[in-house]
């Protein structure tokens, strides 16, 4: 039957998890596994079936229920059979309770020192003096199941495992096992190694096979084995679900394993081992023909044990109670084979030092460990272990972070004044990718801040910890820089290759593992890279501007271009044809590395740091592999979101070669956006996205995201009106991110016509949004960007219901009966008393500020939307009487002695391109003297003022009233007699170009729509030049400088120009008033449009229009001009 049995491992593993299942397994096996093997030929068969199962699970043959099904037989069970069989041999010594640390004899020495090359085993127990010593002829059942154990544990979910622990007593069994050896003393010295220091599987074997080891040995090392399996597999059901078993395991085995550790030394050898592994502390590693002494096995589980203290925060044995151990434990491990095994104090020491009290219990207790992890670090070399280097520097660091909290501990923990702040970037620079390397980088930036800190008490020290020889140490950087790239490229090149399975599975387990090691050491170089280079940057502008470009993009790019630890995983499981279940590691490790590689780049690309270079592009393959990290959904929301966040920070970087590449790429990215948690960080970017890009907007409209946005904000302001306006802080956040999605699509130039129903609806909902107070400073907000698109006006302009006050039937006319404070209907009054009812909590000050605020904003809306709108919009305001409204607003300002909002010249300038308008404007008297006062300061005022005055000259009905006004002949004369100063071509890189701010000037022919053009562009810049300052649409600098003057010229020219097109009457005045003194000299304006067009080409197009004009003046003027 076995011999039948094994023939099925030839099968394919597809074929054996279709026909192996759960129920096969109970009826074939099951009876098998659950009774103590009473025969040896029972015991032929139970072993023979446990060697089949452990092949099949180790080889991940089977379906996740028959592992199931394994490992619950496994807890119920075999278990027992473990305790079952070693009670009717006698070989488990009673309970007791948890050991004292200080009971741990820390004068061992004869751990440590030479005797023999074989195993010297002494038991000081009078009962194991009476059990047999000799070697097993044959394995125990014990042994069997534990050799089982070892593989099955891997397979174990949540429940499996309380199983395990709680029913069988797991946690029971092993520290009874361990206590077995509690007073076992060995030493292994001499044995033999291979020709690059590495020990073979073989010697191994043949070593474990000479030495003179009792079966209790053997289980306890096996004991440890499985006890620091159990704990990096399943950390988190043992910190959950079985926190007081954890704790009551930690308190009683880590007094004993620190005991055996002490009295047992790890293997030692000649030649200095060159190849060392982080393996042992990483899940899903075993490695037993690595790790095969008592006194390693005992190590590597106490490691475990502490990191468990660490991450659960377990308050299992304290600082106090190790340290005096800690010198016994360095000595027995000093000269292990194994470089991680030799790093065990420091790793101990940063597990259990959490507070700056207890750093000064180590200074005092163990004053030489701080100088010997120096040494450690400094003494690294290419061919040395890196592990142990590597140790003592994250130790090194840890002491900083945590000495940071306290200053008067932190002058006692002073690194300055030693040779790391000089040594270590040559040495990270010097060294390739190691685990060591990547840790001395982030010493070395934990330095940094400390020289920051204790600035004061090193005043005589000039150096910088990040660059030791001054611009020499970029060399360091650059190579940094360089090896990175390289690497991250190769394993790119990799991952994209195909790979062929390896031929042999021998050890295939442990070198899967090592290919993650070596990985994970790759993402933590960069990440340490990335940190230091940020904090090189931050500190040394001057620095930022002598690395390349093309270095920084090359290294930024070859980062997410690196596999991701799904790809990873895949790629090292066809290589080696084992299967590994994912593990929080490695993608812990990706994830930080993303995310410092981030906070670079964004601190290297910000806006400002890019008006001082060239523009820069990025590859398209760098927008997929963004959204490739933002579709992984085995990443955490926080980095995903991140990510983000830094493609929200690069569309805001204005640069046509990047906008270019944004604008393919945004489809994408925005679909890939979607299957993120909606954080405020992703909401963002989506509407950036569907703001700017047609790709973006397209891809929305296609897959039926607005219309769906639509649906989820009715539903929201369904629930706001059944509360009376009345909305909580969360909801609120919802209705606003909601609304910002509808607004930021429907913002875009070239957005997609609504359907019917889809407009109804949002146009429904938008409008009770801009009728409570609640949440009408959000809905003028999003108004602000409707009124810049098309479809945007469409839906503003768009009636909702055929009764009621005409007035408020459509959103722009709720938004100017709010703006300007006119609304009087029966519904107006009820939503009066609902905002009285919903504000009454709010103090009556801050209520009028935000009335004010919304009041503010809403002029600019208008402004906006009558001035991109035209008729439309314009008629809406005259409808209302909106110029005799806008005379009292004026009025009221002037009596009250505050400044006039600059948003109500704005509306007043945008609806003076209206013939309409310009009828009404100019029968309000007092309306014209405050135009005509204000026109005449210079500011934007006095600009808008005058752009209002100049469109009233180009109706024909007004041309000769117009005219017999000399205040506004005067006026446009002034405008026109200013003169620039000569340097104002010449403009420095902070300032905005002249020909952003120069692009209005008007001609005689299409007046309509030349003018309305005219105030769109001017509008248009005006807010972008505000945007590119970062301020706010209110808030606008008073000073204008000759760039302005140059538009009040042309204003001034064009209204002059108009006036005397097809009005004889009006020639005669406008001659007037240039021969008038002063008098105008039209050919020195002539010749300053000249020369201005010589020191700036870009004024080439403002000095033809002028020329034009200008010509046009004296050629009506018929020589008298």
Known sequence: MMNRLWCITVAAGDELQRRFTSLNFSRAFKRFLETMPSNQQDQVVFTSVLLWLSHMI????????????????????????????????????????????????????????????????????????????????????????????????????????????????????????????????????????????????????????????????????????????????????????????TLQMLRSTIPLLMTIGIQNPTLTSAIESVSG???????????????????????????????????????????????????AVSRATRHSIHPPLRASVYRCLSRLCTSSAELMTILHEMPSVLSAAVNSVLEYTKTAPQWEAAAAAEWLAHVIRIASSDAKVEQNFDFIQTALPVKLLELASSNGITYATAAMLSLMTSLFEQQGRLAEFHQNTFSNVLLPYGNRSLECWLQLLLVATQTNEKLEHVSETPIPAATTTKDALSRFLSGIEGISVQFSFVCSLAQG?????????????????????????????????????????????????QHRTLEDSYEVMLQWVMEFFSLWFTPASRAEKNPL???????????????????????????????????????????????????????????????????????????????ANDKAHEIGWIAAKVTELDGQ?????????????????????????????LAFSECRALSRDVRQSFCSSFRILLGYETTQRAAFQASAALARSNEGRRCLLHEVCSTGDPLSRSCFGRILGVTLGVLQSGEHLQLQKENNDAMKHVPLGEREALRAAVVFSGFDICATACGKGGVPFTHAVMKLKGVEHIESLFLKH???????????????????????????????????????????????????????????????????????????????????????????????????????????????????????????????????????????????????????????????VTAFWSLMYDNQRGKSYVRGVFNQSPTVNINKLLTTCSDLTVCAPDFAKYSEKMSEAIGNIKFLGKGAI
């Open 277 to 327: 592994s982080a393996i042992h502390h990483l899940p899903s590693c075993q490695r037993a023909s690595r790790h095969t002494s008592l006194g390693e096995c005992s190590l590597v589980a106490l490691d475990a044990c502490f990191w468990l203290m660490e991450f659960s925060r377990m308050d299992a044995v304290c600082l106090r109670d190790v340290i005096p151990t800690l010198p």
């Open 533 to 581: 280079l940020l904090f090189l940057f931050a500190s040394n502008t001057v620095v930022k501007e002598q690395i390349s470009d093309d270095v920084i993009c090359d290294f930024i790019i070859s980062v997410f271009a690196l596999p991701s630890p799904d790809d990873i995983f895949d790629m090292l499981s066809s290589r080696f044809g084992v299967k590994v279940e």
């Open 894 to 1052: 002037e009596r009250q002695r505050v400044p006039t909002p600059l948003g109500l010249f704005r509306l007043l300038a945008a609806i003076s391109f209206q013939l309409e308008a310009q009828l009404a404007i100019v029968r309000r008297a007092e309306l014209m003297t405050i135009l005509i006062e204000t026109a005449g300061s210079t500011d934007h005022t006095g600009t808008l003022s005058l752009l209002t005055l100049r469109n009233l000259c180009f109706n024909s009905t007004l041309k000769t009233q117009i005219c017999q006004d000399s205040r506004i002949l005067l006026t446009f004369k002034a405008a026109l007699m200013a003169t620039p100063s000569p340097q104002t071509g010449t403009h420095e890189n902070g300032s905005p170009k002249p020909k952003d701010c120069m692009k209005i000037v008007l001609s005689s022919q299409n007046e309509v729509g030349e003018k309305r053009a005219s105030l769109q562009t001017f509008l248009e810049q005006r807010m972008s030049w505000q945007s590119r300052n970062s301020e706010c649409v209110s808030s606008i600098d008073d000073s204008l400088g000759d760039l302005d003057i140059f538009r009040r010229q042309e204003l001034a």
């Open 617 to 695: 592009s990025l590859p398209s393959t760098f927008f997929t592999h963004l959204c490739k990290v933002i579709r992984n959904n085995r990443l955490s929301q926080r980095i995903r979101a991140h990510v983000c966040s830094f493609v929200s920070g690069i569309v805001l970087v204005r640069c046509d070669a990047l906008y270019e590449v944004l604008a393919a790429s945004s489809g994408d990215l925005f679909v890939a956006s979607l299957l993120v948690h909606p954080a405020s960080s992703v909401c963002g970017m989506q509407c950036r996205l569907l703001s700017l890009f047609a790709l």
């Open 717 to 745: 302001v369904q629930a706001l009106k059944k509360n009376g306006g009345v909305v909580g802080r969360d909801e609120m956040n919802s209705l606003a991110m909601a609304l910002s999605f509808v607004s930021s699509a």
């Open 58 to 245: 180790s080889g991940f043959y089977l379906r996740s229920e028959t592992r199931d099904s394994i490992a619950s037989v496994a807890g119920s069970s075999l278990i027992k059979i473990v305790l079952q069989d070693l009670n009717a041999r006698d070989m488990l010594l009673p309970q007791r309770d948890a050991s004292d640390l200080s009971t741990i004899d820390t004068s061992t020495h004869a751990a440590s020192t030479v005797s023999t090359s074989r195993v010297n085993m002494s038991a000081s127990s009078p009962m194991r003096c009476e059990r047999p010593g000799g070697l097993v002829e044959r394995p125990s059942i014990s042994l069997v199941v534990f050799s089982f154990l070892l593989i099955a544990e891997r397979a174990c979910g949540p429940q499996e495992m309380g199983q395990w622990i709680r029913d069988a007593g797991l946690f029971a069994l092993i520290e009874s096992l361990i206590r077995n050896v509690e007073r076992t003393k060995s030493a292994l010295i001499d044995t033999p190694t291979t020709v690059d220091g590495a020990l073979s599987d073989e010697v191994y074997l043949a070593c474990a096979m000479a030495s003179t080891r009792t079966e209790h040995t053997t289980l306890a090392a096996l004991a440890c084995k499985l006890l620091s399996s159990v704990i990096w597999n399943h950390y988190m059901v043992l910190n959950k679900l079985l926190a007081p078993e």
